[in-house]
């Protein structure tokens, strides 16, 4: 477990930056300099990248390596699987790193704030890059964070709203002209997770 305080410290650097880009963003936006928008877009997708790739490292116990109990990274059918607890949208997926199941959360409003977004742009003709949905912002003006996005862009792809294609972004496979009532429809699908209060 000597390596966990070094990774933690590094997942930590990495989020601040990744925050701190945003926020930088945020101000270019701002003042109109939109190339500089791009350029802290995709470094900060290429940080969010890297802090996802750096939840999934572990460090093999060397008694686990001598005598061969290395866990399996086979994934489980099934996964990803969308829940809702609470106000709160529930991913469970399986790690191939650790083989083990994980969840991440993130809040009704992030599928709000992600479909009013996806309504904007369009793109039912092009794909949607991902950059365009990074700079998402809380009612309360909080910047969203990445990782929540990806959970509702991963719960839409699920319900057949969008199209994954790779790098390029998503395209938009249903009508979003109400994206309210969309929010609604996809929240009121998914199964309460066992143990929570309705």
Known sequence: M????????????????????????GDAVKLGRYEEVQTLARWAKQISELRSVSGNLTVPDANDRQNGNARSAEPVAGYPRFLRHGESIVKVGWSKAKAERYEHRAPRDVLAAVLAALSRAGGRKRPIPVEALIQLRSRDNKPIPNYQVYVALSLLCSHGVLEQHGRRGYSISQDLRDPAALTAQVWDSLPHQ?????
Do not use: F, I
Not at 4 to 19: D, F, I, N, T, Y
């Open 194 to 198: 066992e143990g929570a209060q309705r």
């Open 2 to 25: 000597a390596y966990m305080e070094p990774l933690q410290k590094a997942r930590e650097v990495l989020e601040k930056a990744e925050s701190t880009l945003r926020s930088l963003a």
